[in-house]
């Protein structure tokens, strides 16, 4: 199982908003490691959507909002559309296994 | 501007030796904070870090299959190489190169290939 945990699935109808946990522990997230959030088409490479808790690349909308608190973090889609249906995973640094880590993923349905 | 591409065989028989390149451009590795890594993703599965290796040669393997894995960089041509050995069916999966540009082995992702699918099977 992931070292991060997300929930499998998430889903919301287009104009509503959606969260999207990712849940560590004392060796990641609350060690203070900054946390990252990807989104993934089908088909498609990930593409960072949040760096560093709540940072967004330039070109991504202001409906994805990133946020931390101790172990746990938050990705939240205001606003859905229809194009926002993919997955979505979080990633983040583990002290205790000295390498990167990524959550289980989260698929996004727009309903 | 910035690009990766991954490639290697498509099909490897298990318990044998699977060698992947990113070859990139727009980019050095000589230059201070950039590192390289490998990302894998089984089909239908979650991604799952492999490997970094940086500019100043520093590189780190995924715990669970260091002892399977070597990274190595060519700066002179801008590549990568991953070796993964005695390879089982359990391995097949879409492999990615991807970049970090802050230094810190946590950082994000901020450029990736486009992934090339390795399929383990006799």
């Known amino acids: 199982h992931s070292v991060l945990m997300q929930p499998p699935s998430v889903s919301g109808a287009p104009g509503q908003r959606v969260t999207i946990s990712c849940t560590g522990s004392s060796s990641n997230l609350g060690a203070g490691y900054e946390v990252h959030w990807y989104q993934q088409l089908p088909g498609t490479a990930p593409k960072v959507i949040i760096f560093v808790n709540s940072n967004r690349p330039s070109g991504v909308p202001d409906r994805f909002s990133g946020s931390k608190s101790g172990t746990s973090a938050s990705l939240v889609i205001t606003g859905l559309q229809a194009e926002d249906e993919a997955d979505y995973y979080c990633q983040s640094y583990d002290s205790s296994l000295s390498g990167v880590v990524f959550g289980g993923g989260t698929k996004l349905t727009v309903l | 501007q910035v690009t990766l591409r991954e490639s290697g065989p498509a099909l490897v028989i298990p318990t044998q030796t699977l060698t992947l390149t990113c070859t990139f451009s727009g980019f050095s590795l000589k230059t201070t904070g950039m590192c390289l890594s490998w990302i894998r993703q089984p089909p239908g599965k979650a991604l799952e870090w492999l490997a970094h290796i940086c500019w100043n040669d520093d590189f780190y393997y995924n715990t669970f299959l260091e002892t399977r894995l070597t990274i190595s960089k060519d700066t002179s041509k801008n590549q990568v190489v991953l ?14 190169c991807a970049r970090i540009s802050t230094g810190n082995y946590g950082g994000d992702f901020d450029f990736w290939g486009q992934g090339t699918l390795v399929t383990v099977s006799s």
């Open chain 2, 83 to 96: 070796t993964v050995t005695n390879v089982d069916p359990v391995d097949t999966a879409t492999y990615f």
